[in-house]
């Protein structure tokens, strides 16, 4: 279990915010204070522990869409009973309530992601409706899309603004997720004696962490341990959401048949991770880089084909996650497409005593959700 630094000092009658990421290596949080209208980190905390969160896997890489790709994932795990029960509700809550203690957690309100397997994300183009009516129609689209009833999918919108002056048609930004996941999550913070706020993706979480009030088209690239996240973000917005089943256990799997090393720590991944790319054969790690250049490129070109978005290629891709800091990352995306491509930093809209600086750059990738989720209330 790896714990918090804390930022000593008294905030009295201070607003403060909990985002609580959940992810397939464990627990991650961030508590941010508003001190003068600006987020000011107070603790964090992470637990280093493998969960069973994810659907099984559902290559997007073979799969003609994300609402198909969502689809087989929501079926699967429903079939499956995918981790839905009070035993697993009691373990998460417990190490949860756990590492609120040891990371000294002053607040009850949290907000909090979903895992990413479980969640429909897509634009959905309608032609022009009365606002009262939008809600059943969507909720109806997406239910077909997904092959699931409406009366069992948690569905929220937002409609997306057009540069046409006389539009016949509106597009609207639509995330979704089964009511059992969204119940399923709420049991765990409860348990944990915390008051859920929000539930939202990590889309939103990512990009509030990592792009804010940048409009430039960008793309995030979020490699965690199991799954890659491929985000394209537009005026603030995730427009689209893409998974595969590639991450760092596979880099991990690798090191270890090369150098005959069982590394159950992950440190030969970091002491890796600290080598320069070009020492490090890009031959070797093929079956782990080529899938996440084609699926960048299938992104650019899904996006392009949009209409409105025929000239916003991404200008610029942020990397990040745990596994994000792979050098061989960074300099395969660099190699492969004219953009400028670098590391995000989650904590640059966050106020800390500079002597963190170290600790919180060393786990910044791995802290994006988490520290997004906790900005929530923040004007960036």
Excluded at 203 to 208: K, T
Aim: hydrophobic share 40%.
């Amino acid at each position: 279990m790896c714990y918090n630094e804390i930022i000593m000092g008294l905030f009295s009658k201070t607003e403060s915010y909990l985002g609580v990421d959940i992810g397939a290596h464990g627990i991650k949080l961030v508590e941010l204070h508003n001190v003068k209208g600006r987020p000011q980190l107070w603790t964090y905390g992470i637990l280093d522990k493998k969960f069973d969160i994810h659907a099984p896997s559902t290559d997007s890489l073979v799969l003609p869409d994300r609402s198909e790709q969502a689809r087989l994932a929501i079926e699967t795990a429903e079939s499956e009973h995918i981790a839905f029960d009070e035993v697993r509700v009691d373990e998460y809550a417990g190490m949860l309530k756990e590492l609120l203690k040891q990371s000294k957690v002053t607040t009850k309100r949290v907000t909090a992601s979903l895992p990413v397997s479980y969640v429909f994300h897509s634009i959905v183009t309608l032609p022009l409706i009365e606002e009262k009516q939008r809600t059943p129609i969507i909720v109806a689209e997406v239910s077909k899309l997904v092959s699931q009833p409406a009366s069992e999918l948690q569905v929220i919108y937002q409609l997306l603004p057009t540069t046409e002056k006389d539009p016949k048609f509106q597009r609207f930004l639509v995330t979704s997720a089964p009511k059992s996941i969204v119940a399923f999550y709420t049991s765990i913070f409860q348990k944990a004696g915390l008051e859920l706020a929000e539930l939202e993706t990590e889309a939103f979480a990512v990009e509030r962490s990592l792009v804010g009030k940048d409009t430039t088209t960008t793309m995030v690239v979020d490699m965690g341990a199991e799954r890659t996240n491929f985000f394209i973000i537009d005026n603030g917005l995730p427009m689209t959401h893409r998974s595969i089943q590639m991450g760092g256990d596979a880099i991990e799997d690798i090191l270890t048949t090369t150098f005959g090393i069982e590394d159950v720590t992950g440190q030969l991944m970091r002491d890796v991770a600290r080598l320069s790319a070009d020492k490090i054969p890009p031959e070797l790690f093929a079956k782990v880089l080529n899938p996440i250049l084609k699926e960048v490129e299938y992104n650019f070109d899904m996006y392009l084909q949009q209409t409105g978005n025929e000239e916003k290629r991404p200008q610029k891709i942020v990397i990040t996650g745990g596994a994000g800091m792979f050098p061989l990352i960074q300099k395969s995306l660099q190699e492969a497409f004219n953009v400028k491509v670098f590391i995000g930093d989650p904590w640059a809209r966050v106020v800390y005593q500079q002597s963190l600086r170290p600790s919180l750059a060393a786990i910044g990738p791995r802290m994006a959700a988490s520290i997004g989720l906790a900005l929530r209330h923040f004007t960036q």
